[in-house]
């Protein structure tokens, strides 16, 4: 009579016997990968490690006497965090409320942010030759956050740094 063990053992050389290969990948150090949004009319990516998640749009509760672009304060899984519309921040427009919205949440000192963004793209990656000039997605308030871009499927991505954004006195100081 065979023990467990044999028994377990020949279930294993059997199912790695059938196992289908995988192809191998081998990822280029020339690779830059992020996460892909639209703010406004702008398509920007953040690095990977500058986005803590991605999120559905929590409920907000306003705080009196903040920036307009500082919606309020959510809740997510007991810790709170405060919203920010990115847009108004960077724009001075209000980004138009959406169904399944979804919020970046980065890191910053003090606690994570909640970043409302119009559209999610998920991860993007970018070889070194799609480098372009950063050109008119560095504009106006922008130009402090964009320093490169990126040409992929016939538009520009800005390399958005939330890690910038974070250190921005202006942003740091939410009271009106």
Do not use: C
Request: hydrophobic share 40%; no cysteine; charged share 25%.
């Amino acid at each position: 009579m065979r023990s467990p063990f044999d028994i377990l053992e020949a279930y294993e050389r059997r199912s790695l016997a059938h196992a289908v290969q995988l192809p191998e990948r081998s990822f280029s150090q020339d690779v830059w990968r992020g996460v892909g949004y639209r703010v406004g009319s702008r398509h920007l990516v953040s690095d990977f490690r500058e986005v803590v998640e991605i999120v559905p749009m929590p409920p907000v509760t306003p705080v009196p006497g903040a920036q307009s672009w500082l919606l309020g304060v959510g809740n997510l899984r007991g810790n709170l965090f405060p919203v920010v519309d990115l847009k108004n921040f960077l724009e001075g427009e209000r980004t138009a409320p959406q169904e399944g919205q979804r919020v970046l949440i980065m890191r910053q000192s003090g606690g994570d942010v909640a970043l409302v963004i119009d559209e999610l793209y998920g991860q993007r990656s970018f070889e070194a030759s799609m480098q372009v000039p950063a050109g008119d997605i560095a504009q106006g308030r922008y130009t402090h956050f964009v320093e490169r871009a990126f040409h992929d499927e016939g538009r520009d991505w800005g390399v958005f740094s939330l890690s910038l954004l974070s250190r921005t006195p202006e942003f740091r100081q939410a009271a009106a």
